[in-house]
């Protein structure tokens, strides 16, 4: 199922954050370190638990890149 649909909070949030659906797009099919190498649509796979996925939409968000 589409990311958009399963955690419709997260792609707004994303949106938000980078500013397009685009960009939100991209992020969510991209490898993160922050998420043991996994993509954030991954880890929304594997868990229904989203608070890794935000937490990393909120460092980015503030500034926090490492």
């Given at each position: ?35 043991a190498d996994r ?28």
């Amino acid at each position: 199922m589409d990311i958009r649909l399963r955690c419709e909070a997260l792609w707004a949030r994303a949106v938000e954050v980078f500013g397009s659906e685009i960009k939100a797009d991209r992020w969510f099919h991209t490898r993160l370190s922050e998420l043991a190498d996994r993509t954030p649509e991954e880890v929304l796979e594997e868990d229904t638990h989203t608070e890794a996925v935000a937490a990393v939409l909120d460092r980015i968000d503030y500034g926090v890149f490492s």
